[in-house]
């Protein structure tokens, strides 16, 4: 079997199974996830719509805050809607090339993100320890190109994937049990040497969200002696305060890709399928659905961009 021709071992297509064992309430599990993913669309798309219209939010912070609005939106439309034609009309069928291309972007936009949450720690370093100087330090070039280099890094190291799941010989069937289509998930179809699949996953991750983690967290050090360090209690207050919906958004993203990571590396046998998969769609879709909802309750400077572009459409449409 090794030495066949691995072009003629790849299935037409694969079919996603969505959550086994749980076919029965597909219906009733796929509302909560539509209801998060609306909110998500919703959410980031008007993040976006505000700091592109409001002047006083074209500042880096909200930039940065507007690219992950960005990602989380495009992160979640990667696989939402396949996800509820799944549980809603039994469309399980997904074309082998589109798996690969529906999993390059999951993977990619989900580095993307973390790349964007610590390029937004290093802002609030910026700002907090470097405040005279932030303006001139944080252009709008500078922020365009380490936006870019990060959505470069995150394409870089995903394209692989996509290569080692190709060279793979396909001869055990081609029934995926899940809801999208992941890296190890389709490798685990094959028939070959996995190996080299998930040492490289390994070393992705660590590229990625061990790199963005130390980041953050060197950037969060400094930020805390900074801060520490000032005179007045009030001005520590609202130097931490212009920290908390960042440190919100790590955790929501964080600790769910954590949870993800472990469970399926120690918890295989102890941890039911289904409970697999129903974390692996929360890591994936709980951020870009709270993400939008903390920012605009934590940060004042949204809420009155927000109360300033609704007054200022209902004075557009009374005019009319």
Known sequence: MQGANSSSLTPRYFILNGIPGLEATHIWI???????????????????????????LHRPMYYFLALLSLTDVSGCTSFVPNMLCIFWFSLKEIY???C????????????MESGVLMLMALDRYVAICYPLRYATILTNTVIAKVGLATLVRSVLLMIPFTFLLKRLPYCRGNLIHHTYCDHMSVAKLSCGNIKINAIYGLIAAILIGGFDIFCISMSYTMIIR?????SSA????????????HI???????????FNFFTHRFGGHTIP??????????????????????????TKQIREGVIKLF??????????
């Open 273 to 298: 399928h289904h409970v697999h998969i129903f974390i692996a769609n929360l890591y994936l879709l709980l951020p870009p659905t709270l993400n939008p909802v903390v920012y605009g309750v934590k």
């Open 248 to 258: 919100c958004a790590i955790v929501i993203t964080y600790v769910p890709a954590f």
């Open 30 to 56: 796929s509302l909560p996830f539509c209801f998060m993913y609306i909110i998500a669309v919703l959410g980031n798309c008007g993040l976006i719509y505000l700091i592109s219209h409001e002047e006083a």
């Open 234 to 245: 009030d001005a520590r207050h609202k130097a931490f305060s212009t920290c908390t919906s």
């Open 100 to 111: 690969l291309v529906q999993m390059f972007f999951i993977h990619m936009l989900t580095g």
């Open 96 to 98: 082998f090339n589109a």
């Open 311 to 320: 007054f200022r459409e209902k004075d557009i449409l009374s005019k009319r």
């Open 226 to 230: 900074a801060v520490v360090n000032l």
